[in-house]
């Protein structure tokens, strides 16, 4: 398993991140808040959208843990990514999150011991367990596989698991770094009521409306370094 990282947010921000932030939020009040609204119709059309189809990887995205135990949500995708494997639609299943919040292990750690009281082989099971946030699970992923040499002509397809609401991000994010993705979220690990629900769709919409602003921006004024973190 990668290294364990704890870090605070001031310390990982990374190069370019503030003008790219600064950007975001510039273009959203210039907008009148229509990039916002676009972003959180796209987040809701996708939030049904499923396509388990046979893969190199199932890769199930880390949940912060509550204490050192896993949370509902991150129960409900491991669930998920178990019943995946046993379907023989991927023969590794990767479990991607490093130490978050005031946890000691990390949710990689904690989601394949979970996988193996499903009934998961260990010999089947990788842990990624340096990555904070979204970006970083997949990235850092794809970093390991290409290290292992997996995947049809080095370019892996990875059958992703989440909860629904957060399929548009993970599709930003993965078609930036140039990875075949599909999904297979875990639909019961959605928020429960729908007050969440919508304020879970505003979080959504304002990190993909922050990405793709970052990007343009980092374009723009020549920021391969920013660049080289997200694509």
Do not use: K
Not at 138 to 145: A, D, F, T
């Amino acid at each position: 398993m990668a290294p364990q990282v704890r870090e605070r947010w001031r310390d990982f921000l990374g190069p370019g991140t503030v003008p790219s932030l600064a950007f975001a939020a510039a273009t959203m009040v210039g907008g009148l808040g229509l990039p916002l609204l676009w972003w959180t119709y796209r987040v809701w059309r996708r939030s049904g959208e499923s396509t388990p189809i046979p893969a190199d990887v199932i890769l199930v995205l880390g949940r912060a843990l509550e204490g050192d135990r896993i949370s509902r949500v991150f129960a409900e995708r491991l669930a998920r990514s178990a019943e995946l494997w046993r379907e023989g639609l991927a023969p590794l299943v990767f479990v991607a999150g490093g130490l978050t919040g005031q946890a000691t292990r990390t949710e990689a750690a904690a989601g394949i011991e979970e996988l193996e009281r499903l009934g998961v082989p260990t010999e089947v099971l990788v842990g990624e367990g340096s990555s904070r946030y979204t970006l970083e699970n997949l990235s850092h992923v794809r970093g390991m596989l290409a290290a292992r040499g997996v995947g049809r002509q080095s370019r892996p397809r990875f059958l992703i698991v989440s909860d629904p609401l957060h399929t548009a991000r993970i599709s930003s994010y993965a078609t930036g770094l140039g990875l075949d993705h599909h999904f297979a979220p875990a639909f019961a690990a959605a928020p429960s009521t729908r007050l969440r629900r919508w304020v879970r769709m505003f979080n959504e919409a304002c990190f993909i409306h922050w990405y793709h602003a970052g990007v343009f921006y980092s374009r723009l004024v020549g920021n391969d370094e920013y660049l080289d973190r997200v694509s």
